[in-house]
């Protein structure tokens, strides 16, 4: 059973940091390109970023970019979210997701992705 768990989200002031984690079992952790979606209260999932199987290519929409830096230890079967910077729009559920048909593949999001976590709620007070 393949089983993605979030965790780090919590509540923080603006300017602040947090670090997301996402564990995977029950896969080949590697054979995926990992992404972050975030959905908001009211809107639509929103791709966040991806990198690549081996971590060697990254990409982020604009609005994060500078300011949030994905990472993975393969060993570890984790990917992170490091978020600096944030301000109140972003405030969402972040959700990881793992994609295996090109996982050399990091940029806007073309690829169905296989598995996704449950969520964890970051919320960023003004």
């Known amino acids: 059973q393949v089983q993605l768990i979030e965790s780090g989200g919590g509540l923080v002031q603006a300017g602040g940091s947090l670090r997301l984690s996402c564990v995977a079992s029950g896969l080949t952790f590697s054979r995926y390109a990992l992404s972050w979606f975030r959905q908001a209260p009211g809107k639509e999932r929103e791709f966040v970023g991806v990198i690549s199987w081996n971590g060697d290519r990254t990409y982020y929409i604009d609005s994060v970019k500078g300011r949030f830096t994905i990472s993975r230890d393969n060993a570890k079967n984790t990917v992170y979210l490091q978020m600096n910077s944030l301000i109140p729009e972003d405030t969402a559920v972040y959700f990881c997701?793992?994609?295996?048909?090109?996982?050399?593949?990091?940029?806007?999001?073309?690829?169905?992705?296989?598995?996704w976590g449950q969520g964890t709620q970051v919320t960023v007070s003004s």
């Open positions: 997701a793992g994609q295996v048909r090109n996982p050399n593949y990091a940029g806007p999001p073309k690829y169905a992705h296989d598995y």
